[in-house]
């Protein structure tokens, strides 16, 4: 057992001890562990226990790259052992056991993998009829997963997102990435390097390379360069949009130039036992010894097709592993500098042998020993056998590119099977590829190139660069073997380690018929499990393609879609940190003892004044703008400019209803549907000029419906112009039956009696000394009047109403009084009173539809959906009182026992003196004088009398007044 005292690694303090437990038994590690590299340090192996099996398995690559670590931590499941540190008191358990890592039940199904053929699953348990949900079904889903979730636990901590935008991101800090971000800086870009690993370097931290430049200390100093180290790039979106986690954090990123460093993926050899404890990637056992200070075993074998395996040979020499052989694919003696320097150290190197068969120990807790093989001339493993006793079996037969940025950028990936090369080409033009992810596999190449690519990214971004560099040569040397599978006649030769396929079930699926790869891997779901094919995509294609009769470039890789690893949902769901908008009166609002609430990303006055009764304050609002006059600050309402010589056109195009003979002077309402012919917003349109319309929206979606018009119009062409113009004008709403007095105090230019000024008339001229636009509207069923100014004369504006209704009593009230007076008369709220399925009959609106219009968007589906009708219906309904158990918004309206609809709106009117409310009931219950049956939350049931929506001055007598 190694020693942690003894332990010397780059991300370790030794002298620091933590403990921790797995699966019950308590271990002790050193700060800066990993719980793989802890436990490792203990001589405990095994991690987990694979999906199907339930073999053994145990590291493999130490970067987070596979399934073999993924273990459980609380109710979080499926954490890379390999990443994730040990902290004091820690405890981990194993997933996907019946018992614990190292003794498992489970494993007994190892003896019955002849019975579970691949796709058996589609061939059994359908018979006999009902037996999948009777028998089957209860059983799988109780098998299936990895981890055990509470889901009565919700995740802790603490998420949320941020934003940044830079010239220059570079994914990857490896020797080309830090080139590329060094030269990028050099000319005056702003960069930021992103990499998954705890430190910067890359390969410099861990393989055996030398460097003439101290690329990491040369970045960390630069005063141009941001580094980000445990942070994933887990994916690239149009216009260089970057999701990188960070810890809790969601960082959306946007960058003028991607340089895409993300190297290779080492790949592992297909032999029998290929994935037993103690067998591992090269570049894992050097991780383990460079940055964790730990033996990965006692006597090693390696099994080499690159120069690479030699570096990870000396450095096992180096840290004192006995090492037994060293088995190269390569027939032909290839120099480099770490092979000749092996041969110095009198280890014993096999040419044209490959590892056949590993041995394990009892339980296949461990491998204990090898068989190699001489390789034919086919590349098959021969008849001359070798075996040697050894723990450990480091594999670097060659790597594939870390495509799954670089694709989901546009790339092809391609692949030569003579030269065994990969190369990418055609992703996006603001996306470069720096280093061995670009087919360079020499480290001085591979920052030479970074170098080139970084200076290129920068000349992209419009910095000087007074000379170009020119990206080195590929080398003609590649380090990949062009089919590292050696099948066994046993079996259990591991293409997949997650899904625990071997090479015949590719080839039975091949066999079966599924020639494709796409449908190779939905037959066999290789490539589908955590890893996503890291491991096995080349693997799989190699086998497809000698199956088919054809290349492996012709065969292809699957789809690389987003997201690159795992992400938390808590991650995604996170806190979003939007611009928390204010209106131009917000400090008068304060002024007045305003209650806030966030409606869109805007602060609104709820009510104003404190109190232990808030139902209070808002129904004597009510009261004032019912029997006197109100104000309200309405600056947050969308506001839209329309003009040009197709402005009509544009809106009859957009919105349902017909504007073509709508007068210079006069507002029509507005309502817009989708091409699903659900009502999505509403407002007003007033026609300014002939030309010339000034729209209004929803708060909350005014943002959503501009960016529609532009996308119809970027379709449809039309000679009009489009401009948001929220932000640019202030409004305030005056209503009650004073309002036309307080407005005549404060205007000249506008005649407002009713017989030059009648309702849904539009007039211009100055309010206050303030040029306005003012509408004779009337959103809660009073005389009102829409008065909108500049943003700047905003506080003006309010100030000089408040002022001039002084004499009359006036009061400011809040959007929960508006809403109770708007409910009271009837009118619909967008996205409260309705849903994704509403259509303007369902709301009895089709008044507001105009059938006679050629089109409009929505109109096909209107007159689809027209044809059969909904069960549904917006009604009105009331009660004499609120029932003890209350009523509130979405609880559900029931009929006969089953969901017939639910409560959008409800209120206790302070002007009525009853309860009201509009509810979605079945159309056969919509009828006046009717009966719905309302359940509250505790479950009690209450019945509703049907009632016209217009509670309120149904004759509007008030607001034409």
């Given at each position: 057992m190694n020693k942690p005292t003894q332990r010397q690694g780059l991300l370790i303090d030794a002298s620091k001890k933590i403990k921790f437990t797995f699966d019950g038994r308590e271990y002790e590690g050193v700060a800066g562990d990993t719980i793989a590299s802890a436990l490792a340090a203990n001589d405990e192996w095994i991690l987990s226990r694979s999906f199907k099996y339930h073999r053994p398995r145990g590291i493999l690559t130490m970067a987070a790259q596979d399934a073999n670590t993924l273990v459980q931590i609380g109710n979080e499941v499926s954490v890379f052992a390999d990443r994730h540190p040990i902290s004091e008191g820690l405890a981990v358990r194993a997933q996907n056991v019946s018992h614990s890592a190292r003794k498992d039940r489970g494993f007994a199904m190892n003896r019955f993998s002849r019975f579970m053929p691949v796709g058996f699953y589609y061939r059994t348990f359908f018979k006999p009829k009902g037996i999948w949900e009777r028998v089957w079904e209860p059983r799988i889903r109780a098998k299936a997963g990895l981890g055990k979730l509470d889901i009565s636990k919700p995740t802790e901590g603490y998420y949320d997102k941020a934003y940044g935008w830079y010239d220059v991101v570079v994914v990857g800090a490896g020797p080309a990435g830090l080139a590329a971000a060094i030269a990028a800086a050099d000319a005056g870009a702003s960069v930021l390097i992103v990499d998954e690993n705890p430190i910067i370097g890359g390969a410099l931290s861990y393989a055996r390379v030398k460097t003439e430049r101290d690329l990491v200390h040369e970045a960390k100093v630069h005063p141009n360069i941001e580094i980000w180290t445990n942070a994933t790039c887990n994916a690239w979106y149009a216009d260089n949009w970057l999701p990188v986690i960070r810890g809790n954090r969601l960082y959306k990123l946007r960058a003028k130039q991607v340089i895409l460093a993300t190297g290779m993926i080492e790949q592992p050899s297909q032999f029998r036992n290929n994935d037993l404890p103690g067998i591992m990637q090269g570049s894992a056992a050097q991780r383990l010894m460079r940055l964790y200070g730990v033996k990965p075993g006692k006597r090693a074998i390696v099994l080499a097709s690159n120069d690479d395996a030699y570096g990870v040979a000396l450095d096992l020499l180096d840290a004192g592993v006995r090492l037994v052989a060293v088995c190269d694919l390569r027939r032909s003696d290839l120099r480099g500098p770490n092979r000749d320097e092996l041969k110095e150290r009198n280890v014993e190197i096999l040419d044209g042998w490959c590892v056949w068969d590993a041995m394990p120990e009892f339980g296949h807790k461990h491998v204990q020993a090898v068989e190699v093989a001489e390789l034919d001339a086919s590349g098959n493993a021969g008849k001359i056998r070798l075996r040697f006793d050894c723990d450990l079996v480091c594999m670097s037969v060659g790597y594939v590119p870390a495509y799954q940025l670089p694709l989901q950028a546009g790339g092809k990936l391609e692949y030569d099977d003579v030269s065994a090369r990969f190369t990418i080409s055609g992703q996006d033009d603001a996306v470069l590829l720096a280093g061995s992810v670009d087919g360079f596999f020499d480290?001085?190449?591979?920052?030479?190139?970074?170098?080139?690519?970084?200076?290129?990214?920068?000349?992209?971004?419009?910095?000087?660069?007074?000379?170009?560099?020119?990206?080195?040569?590929?080398?003609?040397?590649?380090?990949?073997?062009?089919?590292?599978?050696?099948?066994?006649?046993?079996?259990?030769?591991?293409?997949?380690?997650?899904?625990?396929?071997?090479?015949?079930?590719?080839?039975?699926?091949?066999?079966?018929?599924?020639?494709?790869?796409?449908?190779?891997?939905?037959?066999?779901?290789?490539?589908?499990?955590?890893?996503?094919?890291?491991?096995?995509?080349?693997?799989?294609?190699?086998?497809?393609?000698?199956?088919?009769?054809?290349?492996?470039?012709?065969?292809?890789?699957?789809?690389?879609?987003?997201?690159?690893?795992?992400?938390?949902?808590?991650?995604?769901?996170?806190?979003?940190?939007?611009?928390?908008?204010?209106?131009?009166?917000?400090?008068?609002?304060?002024?007045?003892?305003?209650?806030?609430?966030?409606?869109?990303?805007?602060?609104?006055?709820?009510?104003?004044?404190?109190?232990?009764?808030?139902?209070?304050?808002?129904?004597?609002?009510?009261?004032?703008?019912?029997?006197?006059?109100?104000?309200?600050?309405?600056?947050?309402?969308?506001?839209?400019?329309?003009?040009?010589?197709?402005?009509?056109?544009?809106?009859?195009?957009?919105?349902?209803?017909?504007?073509?003979?709508?007068?210079?002077?006069?507002?029509?309402?507005?309502?817009m549907t989708n091409e699903a012919g659900t009502v999505i917003d509403d407002g007003v349109a007033c026609r300014r000029g002939d030309q010339y319309?000034?729209?209004?929206?929803?708060?909350?979606?005014?943002?959503?419906?501009?960016?529609?018009?532009?996308?119809?119009?970027?379709?449809?062409?039309?000679?009009?112009?489009?401009?948001?113009?929220?932000?640019?004008?202030?409004?305030?709403?005056?209503?009650?039956?004073?309002?036309?007095?307080?407005?005549?105090?404060?205007?000249?230019?506008?005649?407002?009696?009713?017989?030059?000024?009648?309702?849904?008339?539009?007039?211009?001229?100055?309010?206050?000394?303030?040029?306005?636009?003012?509408?004779?509207?009337?959103f809660i069923g009073e005389l009102g009047y829409e008065i909108h100014v500049p943003s700047r004369y905003g506080a003006e504006?309010?100030?000089?109403?408040?002022?001039?209704?002084?004499?009359?009593?006036?009061?400011?009230?809040?959007?929960?009084?508006?809403?109770?007076?708007?409910?009271?008369?009837?009118?619909?709220?967008?996205?409260?009173?309705?849903?994704?399925?509403?259509?303007?009959?369902?709301?009895?609106?089709s008044w507001a539809v105009a059938n006679s219009k050629p089109f409009f968007i929505g109109k096909r589906s209107l007159q689809i959906r027209g044809k059969t009708l909904s069960n549904r219906k917006l009604v009105g309904f009331s009660l004499d009182r609120m029932p003890t158990s209350g009523l509130q918004e979405s609880n559900l309206v029931v009929k006969n026992g089953q969901i017939a609809g639910f409560i959008t709106s409800i209120t206790c009117s302070p002007t009525l003196s009853k309860v009201i409310g509009l509810a979605y009931a079945d159309r056969a219950d919509a009828n006046l004088g009717g009966r719905i049956t309302l359940r509250s939350s505790d479950g009690s049931q209450h019945q509703a009398e049907v009632v016209a929506p217009h509670f309120y001055d149904p004759e509007n007598k008030r607001q034409e007044m």
């Open positions: 480290i001085d190449a591979c920052i030479a190139d970074g170098f080139a690519q970084g200076a290129r990214a920068a000349a992209n971004c419009g910095l000087s660069i007074s000379n170009l560099p020119a990206r080195p040569a590929r080398s003609s040397v590649s380090p990949n073997h062009p089919r590292p599978i050696f099948p066994h006649p046993g079996g259990k030769d591991f293409v997949d380690f997650d899904e625990d396929l071997q090479v015949k079930d590719i080839k039975n699926a091949v066999a079966d018929g599924y020639r494709e790869l796409e449908l190779v891997k939905r037959f066999s779901t290789v490539g589908m499990g955590p890893s996503q094919g890291r491991h096995a995509a080349l693997a799989t294609a190699m086998l497809v393609s000698k199956e088919t009769g054809r290349t492996i470039s012709e065969v292809g890789v699957t789809t690389a879609r987003p997201p690159v690893t795992t992400e938390k949902i808590a991650t995604l769901a996170g806190r979003k940190f939007t611009p928390m908008r204010r209106t131009p009166m917000h400090e008068h609002h304060c002024a007045e003892g305003a209650s806030w609430l966030l409606a869109g990303n805007w602060m609104r006055p709820a009510f104003y004044g404190q109190g232990p009764d808030d139902k209070k304050i808002i129904a004597d609002e009510v009261r004032n703008a019912r029997n006197n006059v109100g104000m309200i600050d309405v600056s947050t309402l969308g506001g839209l400019d329309i003009r040009g010589p197709d402005a009509t056109e544009f809106l009859n195009r957009m919105y349902t209803f017909a504007y073509a003979k709508l007068p210079v002077g006069k507002t029509r309402y507005l309502l319309f000034y729209v209004t929206a929803t708060t909350t979606g005014v943002d959503r419906i501009y960016r529609n018009m532009l996308w119809w119009n970027a379709q449809w062409r039309l000679d009009v112009d489009i401009a948001n113009v929220t932000a640019a004008y202030a409004g305030v709403n005056l209503a009650g039956p004073n309002a036309r007095k307080v407005l005549t105090k404060l205007t000249d230019d506008i005649d407002v009696s009713a017989e030059q000024f009648p309702y849904l008339a539009y007039r211009e001229g100055k309010v206050a000394g303030i040029p306005a636009r003012v509408f004779r509207v009337g504006l309010w100030n000089a109403i408040r002022e001039a209704g002084q004499e009359y009593g006036i009061k400011p009230f809040g959007l929960e009084a508006q809403r109770v007076m708007r409910l009271e008369k009837g009118h619909v709220i967008i996205g409260q009173d309705t849903d994704g399925m509403t259509t303007p009959e369902e709301l009895d609106m």
